[in-house]
């Protein structure tokens, strides 16, 4: 049976998207954007506001890069989640959207991608990955990255989000 290019890495959307839904269970509003706390210590690692926000920007990166119309990204998420931006410690909830709008949108955009994936011709997957440099060494198509952005490197995340997950005391998902 031949599954196209697009169908295969959605089913792998698809699957990282159900993960992440599942990790967000019991997570309060309150600590979506803090650090997670250890019997009383702090670790400086990625917190779930910092994580979905992140892999959020990707969801439009995807869909023009394949031909698809993508939603605007809401003021502030480039500043805060870029590659280049640092995971801060919000203690006073100040300084990243709340919970619901980091959520809804990447949901949402991750949502039309699949949808996007699944109807994209196979020729868009061959051609050359416009990016520069590493990105493009390492993934040289623009389904060699699309595989990527929807599988490795959002499984990556989540697998932070589990840790940040298990230090809260919340458990596995």
């Not at 991750?110 to 990955?129: C, G, I, K, W, Y």
């Not at 623009?142 to 990556?156: A, D, E, L, R």
């Not at 989540?158 to 840790?163: D, H, I, N, T, V």
């Amino acid at each position: 049976m031949h599954r196209s290019i697009g169908n295969v890495i959605a089913d792998t959307l698809t699957l990282s998207l159900s993960y992440a839904e599942r990790l967000l269970k019991n997570v309060p509003a309150d600590r979506f954007a803090r650090f997670a706390s250890v019997g009383g210590t702090t670790v400086e690692s990625n917190h779930p506001s910092f994580i979905y926000g992140h892999l959020s920007l990707y969801a439009p990166k995807i869909l023009r890069l394949i031909g698809h119309p993508a939603p605007s990204i809401p003021g502030g998420f480039e500043l805060r989640f870029s590659k280049d931006a640092t995971c801060v410690d919000d203690v006073d909830c100040d300084l990243y959207p709340v919970k619901d709008e980091i959520v809804a949108f990447f949901l949402e955009g991750h949502r039309m991608v699949t949808a996007a994936l699944r109807s994209t011709e196979e020729a868009v997957f061959d051609q050359p990955n416009p990016a520069e440099g590493r990105m493009k060494e390492l993934f040289p198509t623009i389904g060699s990255v699309q595989t990527f952005y929807c599988g490795g490197h959002m499984m990556m995340h989540l697998g932070q989000m589990s840790a940040w997950r298990r230090m809260e005391g919340l458990g596995a998902a």
